[in-house]
Each structure stands twice: as structure tokens, then as C-alpha cells.
């Protein structure tokens, strides 16, 4: 039977395209646990599973607590139905902040194109022209 793959902090770096410090960051919070080989520490394929997890939860804007949870949930529930249940609510809280933070950026977005159309037909009017060859 083969060992499993492990990895050192380095290259599981590496592999999944950020630092060592980020590694042990998340290590630090307590979302992955090495174990040790002498002084190392060594990652596992199941740490490497949960790094990419833990990662596509950040860049879904998640917080780290809610991806701990989640995480945690796995190893509590083998029917993992309460890690679903979690996993909807807070999909459903993010998309809707995101259409939010869409909606005020539309918003934001409108606004800024009537000031450019104001100030672009103040420019052009011919009182404004008036001013600037009047030096003012």
C-alpha cells in the first residue's frame, strides 16, 4: 500500500501559490493541523483539501471563523447535512451583500457619469467659454 503524499510547509506553499507565512498563518487559527516528523512539520493530502477550501472561502469574501466552522463541521457530522445547512445560509448571506455592494456600485457608477455630463456641458456652454478667454 503507498505512503500517503505529505508535504513540507514549502512546498505546499507552492503547490497552492502562496507563502510559508500563510501556511502557518492559517495553522495559527487552527484551520489545519500538521503533524511533525522530527522537527518538521508535514502537511497532509486532507490539510492540502482543506487549504483549497479554506482559500476559495476567502476569495469568496467568507471570514475566516465562518470557513472554520464549516471545516469543523465535516469531522462532527459524517451525514455532513448540518455542514450543507451552514454552508447555504452563509451563501446565501454573501450573495446577497454582493448584490449590495453591486447595487451601491451601479448607483455610484450613474451618479459619477451625470457629474462627467454636467461638467462636460458646463465646459462647452458658451458662458463658460466666455470666462476662460476672459482669462477667469
Not at 449590495?100 to 456641458?121: H, M, N, V
Amino acid at each position: 500500500m503507498p505512503q500517503p503524499r505529505l508535504y513540507t510547509v514549502t512546498e505546499l506553499a507552492h503547490e497552492l501559490g502562496m507563502t510559508a507565512r500563510a501556511v502557518r498563518f492559517y495553522e495559527d487559527k487552527g484551520l489545519i493541523s500538521p503533524r511533525r516528523a522530527g522537527t518538521t512539520r508535514v502537511y497532509s493530502g486532507r490539510d492540502r483539501a482543506r487549504m483549497i477550501l479554506i482559500l476559495r472561502g476567502k476569495r469568496l469574501g467568507f471570514t475566516l471563523s465562518t470557513i472554520k466552522e464549516y471545516l469543523d463541521l465535516y469531522d462532527a457530522d459524517i451525514t455532513q447535512h448540518a455542514q450543507l445547512r451552514l454552508l447555504l445560509g452563509a451563501v446565501g448571506r454573501r450573495r446577497d451583500q454582493l448584490v449590495a455592494q453591486r447595487q451601491a456600485i451601479d448607483d455610484a457608477l450613474s451618479e459619477l457619469a451625470d457629474i462627467s455630463t454636467q461638467a462636460e456641458a458646463a465646459l462647452s456652454s458658451p458662458a463658460a467659454r466666455g470666462r476662460r478667454a476672459a482669462g477667469g
